[in-house]
């Protein structure tokens, strides 16, 4: 019986290449010398523009997954002028701050993943890298300022041990009163962006346009501060970047 299956088998495969070299297989595809010379010229235009200012043609789906309940959410504009963008760094980073970064890098570090569907890219990662540097600087600025250490005069157990103690140690009990979360607080951020024109310039699209608090204003705009601070820091070096972070945040954000 195993025998018969396998010749069976044979002659179905002989029956199929067979049959497949009786057809004529058309190509599905066009030869290069076949395109046109206006395709070629809209291709070079593509490739022309920015990154930043379109969508990759090969992103975009031929339809929409998502059911529009009220069209009116669907639009939201958003900044496409390169001068505006430039004055807003100018007035965050100070003089000559448009210059510290390629155009580029500007757009990412301005937007959110929630314009565009994220097609255009992202600040995510250079946000990341921006809280570190910003939660770093303030726990060194903590802990260098004066120490509010009161001594052992509080110790309940003073008569029985002697704990050890040294001046460049004090400044650590700081910290116990006074957290990096306390000074680069959501709202503090999100004022600080207001104040300097970032909220004018930072590409995102919110969940609910009628209620921009409760669509995520305050950690998005957060986020567009820590990516520029992240991308400070890949381009320029981290030693700017803190810099940055010493004059341009910190000095504003405490009392």
């Known amino acids: 019986m195993a025998s018969t299956t396998s010749r069976s088998t044979t002659r179905l495969a002989r029956q199929a290449v067979r049959t497949c070299s009786n057809k004529s297989v058309t190509p599905s595809y066009r030869p290069a010398a076949s395109f046109s010379t206006s395709t070629a010229r809209l291709t070079q235009d593509v490739e022309q523009r920015p990154r930043w200012s379109y969508t990759p043609e090969r992103m975009k789906a031929p339809f929409s997954p998502h059911i529009t309940k009220d069209p009116s959410r669907s639009h939201w ?70 120490s509010s250490y009161k001594g052992t005069e509080d110790d309940p157990f003073a008569d029985r041990r002697e704990p050890f103690e040294d001046p460049a140690l004090r400044g650590i009990d700081n910290l116990f009163e006074t957290q990096p979360s306390d000074v680069f607080d959501l709202k503090k951020l999100a004022k600080l962006a207001i104040d300097t024109g970032l909220t004018e310039v930072v590409r995102w699209k919110p969940r609910m346009p009628e209620n921009i608090k409760g669509s995520g204003f305050d950690p998005i705009m957060a986020g567009a501060i820590y990516a520029i601070v992240g991308a400070i820091a890949l381009q320029r070096g981290g030693k700017i970047a803190s810099q940055v972070v010493r004059k341009r945040i910190m000095n504003k954000l405490r009392p």
């Open 77 to 146: 504009e958003v900044n496409k002028s390169p001068e505006k963008l430039d004055d807003a760094l100018k007035r965050f980073l100070g003089p000559d701050g448009e210059r510290m970064l390629p155009d580029e890098l500007k757009w990412l570090a301005v937007t959110h993943k929630s314009f565009d569907q994220g097609r255009r890219g992202f600040n995510d990662r250079l946000a990341f890298l921006g809280r570190q540097i910003c939660v770093f600087e303030c726990t060194q600025s903590i802990i260098n300022s004066p």
